[in-house]
């Protein structure tokens, strides 16, 4: 290919003004800046690394804001994400593939008419710049399930899961270093004066359990599927080197599997416990293909999880939070009048703004006061003791219910559901790492909706990473069904 007089002219000037902004910055912003020019160079070679970049960086928003380091109009996250969706958009436009195929069209059409609704729900609820920022979210999750969709046709979905298992592991690390007191960590988060609970570059244990909590059923179902596909390709007369090769993902998938249990463990949130009890539930259910096999496993795992929460088999301290986080779902009162101590504030907190939210809902029932405006109506609905917003419901149906109403909470759950249809049946996958992830996918998305009813999981740009994750069930069903066609 010639190469143009404007383009060494262009790329002339690029280079004088990255060098003297990095020479006259500060000596982090240089580092940054050259670090960013880096990923930029490298993301031009592949795709791939642009979406493990935005997938790792984005979620260092909350830990930039607090450091007060970060000197742009856009997050960090944000950041990444736009270099993302450009960097794939000049790949597509360079290889002439701007027409969806027919089968991705049929895959993304619950989510794309979901925020499309969010969209419409705008016009009559009133767009604010707080519905702006929540419905961009969502077509931010859209245009991610696009991207990794067509990252999973390119370079097949081991390079998205790889992907989304490093930006969690990166995180794993940092959260295990804060519990252990290898890096500094906030003293209010200590468990009795001794370690600190877990919560990486989140700022908070609950949403940084959340992260854990759905990829970690990946990387279970990741080691296994690996290691059948190891199995299925090892031949007795292949060489030490060519068999450590073929195991060598399984080894990796391990060892993050590892660290993400373990990070969810000791983030000591319960609301991610009792979603990781009923994420294992269903991992152990969805792994058999037979439903008289899933069912019976289904039982056994529920009679095992109750022998050992009335066994007193548990430590106390584990007992004592899973109890205290079951009671607070299915011993809903009102709080108003109630005493509150050290011991029951955070539990008398969030049943606060529970109520906060019925009685947004009470008042407009279907359509809700708007994506986004929870905490805008916080001060008219709040409980008398309770003066300060925590900027969402704590219960993210609840909070979906107070801003988009019966209708919105009706189609959030309806998305839900066919996520859920979609990864068991893709459990007839015949691959078995196709499979096996389907079956991961399937456990992760429950234990999201589980712990969803004590938290807002939609935060600190974690919405990109359930993004990929999304498409990368969507590259397993549309296969699927491509076998089925042919």
Same mark, same amino acid.
């Given at each position: 290919?010639?190469?143009?007089?404007?383009?060494?002219?262009?790329?002339?000037?690029?280079?004088?003004?990255? *060098? /003297?902004?990095?020479?006259? +910055?500060?000596?982090?912003?240089? =580092?940054?800046?050259? @670090?960013? !020019? $880096? &990923?930029?160079?490298?993301?031009?070679?592949?795709?791939?690394?642009?979406?493990?970049?935005?997938?790792?960086?984005?979620?260092?928003?909350?830990?930039?804001?607090?450091?007060?380091?970060?000197?742009?109009?856009?997050?960090?996250?944000?950041?990444?994400?736009?270099?993302?969706?450009?960097?794939?958009?000049?790949?597509?436009?360079?290889?002439?593939?701007?027409?969806?195929?027919?089968?991705?069209?049929?895959?993304?059409?619950?989510?794309?008419?979901?925020?499309?609704?969010?969209?419409?729900?705008?016009?009559?609820?009133?767009?604010?710049?707080?519905?702006?920022?929540?419905?961009?979210?969502?077509?931010?999750?859209?245009?991610?399930?696009?991207?990794?969709?067509?990252?999973?046709?390119?370079? *097949? /979905?081991?390079?998205?899961? +790889?992907?989304?298992?490093?930006? =969690?592991?990166?995180? @794993?690390? !940092? $959260? &295990?270093?804060?519990?252990?007191?290898?890096?500094?960590?906030?003293?209010?988060?200590?468990?009795?004066?001794?370690?600190?609970?877990?919560?990486?570059?989140?700022?908070?244990?609950?949403?940084?359990?959340?992260?854990?909590?759905?990829?970690?059923?990946?990387?279970?179902?990741?080691?296994?599927?690996?290691?059948?596909?190891?199995?299925?390709?090892?031949?007795?007369?292949?060489?030490?080197?060519?068999?450590?090769?073929?195991?060598?993902?399984?080894?990796?998938?391990?060892?993050?599997?590892?660290?993400?249990?373990?990070?969810?463990?000791?983030?000591?949130?319960?609301?991610?416990?009792?979603?990781?009890?009923?994420?294992?539930?269903?991992?152990?259910?969805?792994?058999?293909?037979?439903?008289?096999?899933?069912?019976?496993?289904?039982?056994?795992?529920?009679?095992? =999880?109750?022998?050992?929460?009335?066994? $007193?088999?548990?430590?106390?301290?584990?007992?004592?939070?899973?109890?205290?986080?079951?009671?607070?779902?299915?011993?809903?009162?009102?709080?108003?009048?109630?005493?509150?101590?050290?011991?029951?504030?955070?539990?008398?907190?969030?049943?606060?703004?529970?109520?906060?939210?019925?009685?947004?809902?009470?008042?407009?029932?279907?359509?809700?006061?708007?994506?986004?405006?929870?905490?805008?109506?916080?001060?008219?609905?709040?409980?008398?003791?309770?003066?300060?917003?925590?900027?969402?419901?704590?219960?993210?149906?609840?909070?979906?219910?107070?801003?988009?109403?019966?209708?919105?909470?009706?189609?959030?759950?309806?998305?839900?559901?066919?996520?859920?249809?979609?990864?068991?049946?893709?459990?007839?996958?015949?691959?078995?790492?196709?499979?096996?992830?389907?079956?991961?996918?399937?456990?992760?998305?429950?234990?999201?909706?589980?712990?969803?009813?004590?938290?807002?999981?939609?935060?600190?740009?974690?919405?990109?990473?359930?993004?990929?994750?999304?498409?990368?069930?969507?590259?397993?069903?549309?296969?699927?069904?491509?076998?089925?066609?042919?």
């Amino acid at each position: 290919m010639r190469v143009r007089p404007s383009d060494n002219l262009f790329w002339a000037g690029f280079a004088a003004f990255a *060098g /003297g902004l990095i020479a006259f +910055s500060p000596l982090w912003i240089s =580092a940054l800046l050259a @670090a960013s !020019l $880096g &990923l930029l160079f490298s993301a031009t070679l592949s795709p791939i690394i642009a979406l493990q970049a935005a997938l790792t960086l984005a979620p260092l928003r909350a830990l930039l804001s607090r450091v007060g380091h970060w000197p742009f109009p856009l997050d960090i996250g944000q950041v990444a994400f736009v270099g993302l969706f450009l960097v794939w958009l000049a790949h597509v436009i360079r290889n002439h593939k701007v027409d969806l195929p027919a089968r991705w069209k049929a895959a993304i059409a619950p989510l794309a008419i979901f925020v499309f609704f969010l969209l419409l729900h705008g016009f009559f609820a009133g767009i604010t710049f707080a519905w702006l920022q929540e419905w961009l979210k969502w077509l931010s999750i859209l245009i991610l399930v696009l991207i990794s969709l067509s990252l999973c046709e390119r370079y *097949g /979905g081991s390079a998205v899961l +790889s992907a989304v298992l490093l930006a =969690a592991m990166v995180n @794993a690390l !940092l $959260g &295990l270093m804060q519990f252990t007191g290898l890096v500094d960590s906030a003293p209010h988060f200590k468990i009795d004066g001794q370690f600190t609970r877990a919560y990486g570059s989140y700022e908070q244990p609950n949403p940084f359990a959340g992260l854990m909590g759905m990829t970690a059923p990946l990387a279970v179902m990741a080691t296994w599927g690996f290691a059948c596909r190891a199995k299925r390709s090892a031949h007795q007369n292949d060489p030490p080197q060519s068999r450590f090769l073929h195991h060598l993902p399984t080894l990796l998938s391990f060892i993050c599997s590892v660290c993400l249990v373990m990070a969810l463990l000791l983030s000591w949130s319960r609301g991610a416990w009792l979603g990781a009890i009923c994420g294992t539930v269903a991992l152990v259910t969805a792994i058999p293909r037979r439903r008289w096999a899933s069912g019976l496993i289904f039982v056994i795992s529920i009679g095992i =999880a109750f022998a050992i929460g009335f066994s $007193g088999a548990l430590p106390t301290a584990l007992d004592a939070r899973l109890r205290s986080a079951v009671h607070e779902l299915i011993e809903i009162q009102d709080v108003r009048g109630v005493d509150f101590d050290a011991n029951n504030y955070a539990l008398v907190e969030r049943v606060a703004h529970w109520q906060a939210a019925i009685r947004m809902a009470t008042d407009r029932p279907y359509l809700g006061y708007g994506l986004g405006s929870y905490e805008e109506q916080y001060a008219e609905y709040r409980l008398a003791n309770w003066p300060d917003s925590l900027g969402h419901a704590h219960n993210y149906y609840l909070n979906m219910l107070a801003e988009t109403g019966l209708v919105g909470l009706f189609a959030y759950l309806l998305l839900s559901i066919t996520i859920l249809i979609w990864s068991w049946r893709a459990r007839a996958h015949p691959d078995p790492l196709a499979r096996s992830l389907a079956v991961g996918v399937f456990a992760s998305w429950l234990y999201f909706c589980i712990h969803s009813l004590s938290d807002h999981l939609y935060v600190n740009h974690s919405f990109l990473i359930l993004g990929a994750i999304w498409g990368l069930l969507l590259h397993i069903r549309c296969q699927q069904q491509s076998q089925r066609v042919a």
